[in-house]
């Protein structure tokens, strides 16, 4: 017997199997997929981000573009699509870009305190 022919069967069984293949895409947040639903005919996303809120409280998504509809009837079809979602829509303005802020959960809008 040769030296090859007696470390044939080690070969054979100490390879260990190979990595399945990794061509599965990402899965994305069915959530995600709904609030860019949301945002058609309201605003042209041209970028998106993603962050989890402080203590792990929910997800919020940054969408950046430029509103295509008045910010105050933006916000009013933000609110009612996001609602359905479980999001709450906040309207900003970055830079020279619109950006919609979509925080998961409802939260309760206590008007804003102003000196006259």
Not at 6 to 24: E, H, K, R, Y
Not at 31 to 59: F, S, T
Not at 91 to 102: F, G, L, S, T
């Amino acid at each position: 017997m040769s030296l090859s022919e007696s470390f044939d069967d080690l070969a054979v069984s100490t390879n260990p199997p190979a990595p399945p293949p990794v061509d599965d895409p990402p899965l994305v947040d069915p959530n995600l997929n709904r609030l860019r639903a949301a945002l058609d005919g309201v605003m042209q996303i041209a970028g998106e981000e993603h962050r989890e809120q402080w203590r792990n409280r929910g997800k919020v998504y940054f969408f950046r573009g430029q509103l295509q509809i008045a910010s105050k009837t933006a916000y009013t079809l933000l609110d009612t699509r996001f609602a359905e979602v479980g999001y709450t829509p906040m309207i900003q303005r970055h830079r020279d870009e619109d950006e919609v802020i979509a925080v998961e959960g409802v939260l309760s809008q206590n008007p804003i305190k102003t000196r006259a």
